[in-house]
């Protein structure tokens, strides 16, 4: 097995055990993983009630959580090769979505230097391409 089969294989196994987990990571249980290599990350998710604020919308800090959580697994899958911590995380809210959509959730490494990476997430409808949320997150990765 190569470099990067091991590598998707190696965040494959990080989602199951967080979205099976006890920890906050359980919130992500309902996210299906697409695709993750080569610095990107896509996946999916049916926007169900746990999923919503009181108005009945996606709620903001699961939309956040979104992009944190796919923009780490694209960062695993690059060169840099783990999760790093978070240093800075920015959500535009461009549009609602609602119960029964399904959502895509595309994220890429845009950059992944010595000490700090750069990560870019759109989420988007998944019938009608419209961006709903756009997120923008940098991650302190060390020394490797």
Do not use: W
């Not at 055990?17 to 996946?43: P, W, Y």
């Not at 535009?92 to 700090?116: C, N, Q």
Request: net charge positive.
């Amino acid at each position: 097995m190569g470099s990067a089969a091991k590598t998707v294989d190696f965040v494959k196994t990080i989602f199951e055990k967080t979205r099976l987990s006890n920890c906050f990571g359980r919130c992500m249980k309902n996210v299906n993983l697409i695709s993750c290599e080569d610095g990107k990350c896509k996946a999916e998710l049916k926007i169900d009630e746990e999923h919503l604020n009181l108005a009945g919308t996606l709620h903001g800090g699961f939309t956040s959580t979104l992009v944190d959580c796919v923009s780490t697994y694209a960062l695993m899958s690059s060169k840099a090769g783990h999760p790093g911590v978070s240093v800075d995380l920015h959500v535009t809210f461009l549009k609602p979505a609602f119960p029964g959509d399904v959502i895509s959730i595309d994220a890429r490494t845009v950059k992944a230097g010595r000490t700090l990476a750069f990560l870019e997430v759109e989420l988007s409808k998944k019938e009608d391409g419209n961006l709903i949320a756009r997120g923008i997150h940098t991650k302190f990765i060390g020394q490797g």
